[in-house]
């Protein structure tokens, strides 16, 4: 069985040497990016070595390959670019406005139950395990996870009635 194993070395090294020195160039005018440059560079080359021929194909084609992966490479950034143009600019809200939202959302909480304004403290706020806070509170986990529940339910309401009044948080 005859297999192909292409050019012999030395015939591969030479044409490389011939080859490389003047793509290179080339692709630098285009780019003007040394990093982007070498991709480039190498992918020609990987692309040529991997096509099923015995031939090495001589620098016009060389050339071809890199200018089609410039290309390439152009479109897509075109159209990376031109996905990000059409995202939403995010919208921070101002100091003034953030502060306003916590103070808003402290007096909410203060309109809460005592014990769900606690637990509210204890999980989300202090950060507590749900153990830790059963502890402190002199319950059972169990209980704590129902009452956290019910407590971010009620939250959610007075926030929800809240924003219905014209309210923003």
Same mark, same amino acid.
């Given at each position: 069985?005859?297999?192909?194993?292409?050019?012999?070395?030395?015939?591969?090294?030479?044409? %490389?040497?011939?080859?490389?020195?003047?793509?290179?160039?080339?692709?630098?005018?285009?780019? @003007?990016?040394?990093?982007?440059?070498?991709?480039?560079?190498?992918?020609? !080359?990987?692309?040529?070595?991997?096509?099923?021929? #015995?031939?090495?194909?001589? %620098?016009?084609?060389?050339?071809?390959?890199?200018?089609?992966?410039?290309?390439?490479?152009?479109?897509?950034?075109?159209?990376?670019?031109?996905?990000?143009?059409?995202?939403?600019?995010?919208? !921070?809200?101002?100091?003034?406005?953030?502060?306003?939202?916590?103070?808003?959302?402290?007096?909410?909480?203060?309109?809460?139950?005592?014990?769900?304004?606690?637990?509210?403290?204890?999980?989300?706020?202090?950060?507590?395990?749900?153990?830790?806070?059963?502890?402190?509170?002199? $319950?059972?986990?169990?209980?704590?996870?129902?009452?956290?529940?019910?407590?971010?339910?009620?939250? $959610?309401?007075?926030?929800?009635?809240?924003? @219905?009044? #014209? #309210?923003?948080?």
């Amino acid at each position: 069985m005859e297999s192909k194993t292409g050019p012999p070395p030395s015939t591969m090294e030479s044409w %490389y040497r011939e080859t490389v020195t003047k793509l290179y160039r080339f692709i630098y005018s285009q780019l @003007q990016s040394k990093e982007e440059t070498e991709d480039i560079t190498q992918e020609t !080359y990987l692309r040529c070595l991997k096509q099923d021929s #015995g031939n090495l194909p001589p %620098y016009a084609y060389l050339k071809q390959i890199a200018r089609n992966l410039m290309t390439d490479r152009y479109r897509h950034k075109l159209v990376a670019q031109n996905h990000l143009e059409h995202l939403p600019e995010p919208e !921070y809200p101002s100091p003034e406005e953030e502060w306003l939202n916590r103070s808003t959302l402290h007096e909410l909480m203060n309109q809460l139950p005592s014990d769900y304004r606690q637990i509210l403290e204890y999980r989300i706020i202090q950060g507590y395990s749900r153990k830790e806070t059963a502890t402190l509170m002199g $319950r059972s986990e169990s209980s704590i996870r129902g009452l956290q529940y019910r407590a971010l339910q009620t939250l $959610r309401s007075y926030i929800h009635s809240y924003q @219905q009044k #014209g #309210g923003d948080l």
